[in-house]
């Protein structure tokens, strides 16, 4: 692969330092999130690097996707890890023998050749497809990459709207925190708190090892992570009606752990379905394919977003517990997410910027970033990974949100407070939302990523 020389970028430039963090994260197919807490491919995480990538080399973002889908089940899903197969099992938790993706989801079509978590995570890849193509146009179609990714993208939607409506009102399910991608969210707290845990001594945590207990999730957290895994993974990964039927054939009681004790429609994970929607169909339209469905689609996944999620009290989304009934009365960035669909109601986006300037998040007046949790939330924690520290994938797509809506000005503000924070904490993971104090790992890839693309 090449990386693109700018004469125009001095060594140490802001574009130059981000594209190094890439450089060194790159494994030869894909980018690894951080070199020591995470040493395998997450699928989020590459739809994000592949956007700042596309800046420093179309070719190596094209792959990082193409890397990413290769690793597809038969039924859609693209799973939220894939392994790398020379890196020591013991270097994550949970490792391939625990998720047994060539075995345990056999049924549900998983690779043979490689190894792959279960779960899903935010569908941004068509989304990230897109913006791919657009950085090169000649180099993607003398690919093909396109024509390649189209059909099993439309596969990944396939597999969300028709396994995932666990709800019947329209939009997709997330069955583990994981899955949402802010593992350890206050919205969560109360529908987990249904869950048994996993004995603490029954598995190693290997994220211990790299990163500060206090900045990370706890081990009551944890015990409740692996036993929803487990009961998925013990199920054959089956989702739906089959998943009472693959229980009760290994002779479970299909409504103890068969039915599945977490099942919640988020927003962001949503919107970031619908915003890839309206991604594909411009894939089609490439492709000389119809695109129009696709846009109708994505404006009737809009209207029930709002009809489910939108609370006008809060002036924010909020999640449904689909097992407890009803929204979780937890304000998380989550909630503010949807503000990167075009389709947005006018009075929606007004409320939205209102909530996101207010005190609930501060932005502008306690608080340059977005912080992930309500900060006057009882569980608010400056540091505590999800539960207060701000993140750079939220912020930008929070920065995207307010200049598609036309808030040039507070999207200005956000864009140099995030080039500001990632660039002086050395792209930390997350950050304390009111001093930009790095949490969690440096040379974090989608910070490093990201930054790129707001630099363009
Ligand atoms: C579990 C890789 C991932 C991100 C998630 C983030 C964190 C994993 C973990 O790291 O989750 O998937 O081990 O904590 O919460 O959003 O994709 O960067």
Redesign the pocket.
């Given at each position: 692969h090449t990386v693109v020389y700018d004469p125009a970028a001095p060594p140490g430039s802001p574009h130059v330092r981000a594209a190094e963090v890439l450089e060194r994260n790159w494994t030869g197919t894909s980018t690894v999130?951080?070199r020591g807490?995470?040493p395998h491919q997450?699928?989020?995480?590459s739809a994000f690097i592949a956007i700042g990538l596309r800046h420093v080399s179309p070719r190596r973002a094209q792959q990082e996707l193409e890397t990413l889908l290769d690793a597809q089940w038969g039924d859609g899903r693209v799973p939220?890890?894939v392994f790398n197969p020379s890196v020591p099992h013991d270097a994550?938790?949970p490792s391939p023998d625990f998720w047994r993706s060539s075995t345990a989801g056999r049924a549900a079509g998983a690779p043979r050749t490689v190894q792959t978590?279960g779960i899903v995570?935010p569908p941004v890849h068509a989304l990230a497809a897109w913006l791919v193509h657009r950085a090169d146009p000649g180099l993607s179609r003398a690919r093909g990459f396109l024509a390649k990714v189209y059909p099993r993208l439309a596969a990944w939607h396939r597999y969300l709207l028709h396994r995932r409506d666990l709800g019947g009102g329209g939009l997709v399910s997330v069955v583990h925190p994981?899955e949402q991608?802010?593992?350890?969210a206050p919205a969560w707290d109360a529908p987990l708190a249904r869950i048994t845990p996993a004995p603490a001594r029954s598995f190693r945590r290997a994220?211990l090892d790299h990163g500060a207990a206090d900045d990370?999730?706890t081990d009551l957290d944890y015990g409740r992570?692996v036993r929803l895994a487990a009961d998925y993974r013990d199920g054959g990964y089956a989702d739906g009606a089959d998943r009472g039927a693959a229980h009760r054939a290994r002779g479970e009681d299909a409504h103890g752990r068969g039915a599945g004790g977490f099942a919640v429609e988020d927003p962001a994970f949503n919107a970031l379905l619908i915003a890839s929607e309206h991604a594909l169909a411009r894939i089609a339209h490439e492709l000389g394919a119809q695109a129009t469905a696709r846009h109708a689609r994505a404006e009737r996944l809009t209207s029930a977003l709002v009809d489910r999620l939108w609370d006008p009290d809060e002036g924010m989304f909020l999640c449904r517990d689909l097992r407890g009934g009803g929204l979780i009365r937890e304000r998380g960035v989550s909630g503010l997410v949807p503000l990167i669909l075009p389709g947005l109601p006018r009075d929606v986006v007004a409320a939205v910027v209102r909530t996101l300037r207010g005190p609930h998040f501060g932005v502008g007046t306690a608080t340059r970033l977005v912080p992930s949790y309500d900060l006057l939330g009882e569980a608010f924690d400056p540091h505590r990974?999800?539960r207060g520290p701000a993140?750079f994938?939220t912020g930008w797509l929070i920065e995207r949100g307010l200049r598609l809506h036309g808030r040039l000005q507070d999207a200005d503000a956000l864009r140099e407070a995030v080039l500001g924070t990632a660039l002086a904490s050395d792209f930390a993971?997350y950050v304390d939302p009111f001093t930009g104090e790095a949490c969690g790992?440096t040379g974090?890839?989608?910070t490093a990523a990201l930054t790129l693309d707001l630099l363009h």
């Open positions: 999130p951080s807490l995470y997450w699928s989020w995480d939220h890890i994550y938790f978590s995570q994981w991608g802010m593992d350890n994220d990370r999730p992570y990974y999800w993140w994938n993971e790992a974090f890839s989608w």
